[in-house]
């Protein structure tokens, strides 16, 4: 089992920036992947970026060249660094942590990116 807690979000305008963090409860090498996900009003859930056990990275292709998804071993946190933010971007972000057998999720954190 495992708990994370989001942070980072916020009001940004277009072209800007933001980091968010994943906090874990638990080692993050304990979790074979840990992925963004993003939702925005009336659309599904997306993957937006994720990071496996081994340190390998992957991210969609609506936001290459703008995210990039990172982990500080120490702090157990998974970062993920937005920048050149657009509109389309404005979602409620969420962390999850696939342990194999069993998924969890965070509460999530509200990005909106508006003028």
């Known amino acids: 089992q495992v708990q994370l807690v989001e942070s980072g979000g916020g009001l940004v305008q277009p072209g800007g920036s933001l980091r968010l963090s994943c906090a874990a409860s638990r080692s993050i090498l304990s979790i074979y992947v840990v992925a963004w996900y993003r939702q925005a009003p009336g659309k599904q859930r997306e993957l937006v970026a994720l990071i496996t056990r081994g340190g390998v990275t992957n991210c969609e292709d609506s936001v290459k060249g703008r995210f990039t998804i990172s982990r500080d071993n120490a702090e157990n946190t998974v970062y993920l660094q937005m920048n050149n933010l657009k509109p389309e971007d404005t979602a409620v972000y969420y962390c999850?942590?696939?342990?194999?057998?069993?998924?969890?999720w965070g509460q999530g954190t509200q990005v909106t990116v508006s003028s």
């Open positions: 999850k942590a696939n342990m194999g057998v069993e998924a969890y």
